[in-house]
T-cell receptor, first 113, second 112 residues
């Protein structure tokens, strides 16, 4: 059973471009969480999704950021018109239920030039 | 809102015990966790404890929870150079969808 997959592992964008980060949860997992880690800081919760539904987006900036977890395919975190402050590592985690452990992917490191 | 605090840095000699401390503010926390992050990597769950427990032991790892003081610690016995990493304390509440609230991380350096 493959772990949580994230791609790309590294992404470089210029200011104003769009960034799309993908997360494929572990097989059988329907709960997906996205976290952001700024340099030298801990991880901060962004959004929690179950298949086709956003359950909690309280940690996600209101503008430029969106997330989806379609019925088929990976979860996508989309950042429009990126700014330098978006440079961070973005981690996805998945679990099979609320009671169970969250398994983390290796992260996508976004650099905005 | 919830807050989780950790000391920034710990230096320990190989073979000694390491103790990493964490405090949290959310009294409704359901689970408390310790994660390990090596450079450029994701997070590895080391251990977790339910909020109604006060101790859990797993091989070289011992977790102590003082719920009254909202204090969590991780003891690593016989620390090895491979234990050098950043350790994150985190808490979650089932009512909040089990999203994790992390501390800022403690960087542990093990010296030979």
């Amino acid at each position: 059973n493959a772990g949580v997959m994230q791609n790309p592992r590294h992404l470089v964008r210029r200011r104003g471009q769009e960034a799309r980060l993908r997360c494929s949860p572990m097989k059988g997992h329907s709960h997906v969480y996205w976290y952001r880690q700024l340099p030298e800081e801990g991880l901060k919760f962004m959004v929690y999704l179950q298949k086709e539904n956003i359950i909690d987006e309280s940690g996600m900036p209101k503008e430029r950021f969106s997330a989806e977890f379609p019925k088929e395919g990976p979860s996508i975190l989309r950042i429009q018109q990126v700014v330098r402050g978006d440079s961070a590592a973005y981690f996805c985690a998945s679990s099979s239920s609320l009671e169970n452990e969250q398994f983390f992917g290796p992260g996508t490191r976004l650099t905005v030039l | 809102g919830e807050d989780v605090e950790q000391s920034l840095f710990l230096s320990v000699r190989e073979g000694d015990s390491s103790v990493i401390n964490c405090t949290y503010t959310d009294s409704s926390s359901t689970y408390l966790y310790w994660y390990k992050q090596e450079p450029g990597a994701g997070l590895q769950l080391l251990t977790y404890i339910f909020s109604n427990m006060d101790m859990k032991q797993d091989q070289r790892l011992t977790v102590l929870l003082n719920k009254k003081d909202k204090h969590l610690s991780l003891r690593i016995a016989d620390t090895q150079t491979g234990d050098s990493a950043i350790y994150f304390c985190a808490e979650s509440t089932r009512a909040a969808g089990n999203k994790l609230t992390f501390g800022g991380g403690t960087r542990v350096l093990v010296k030979p």
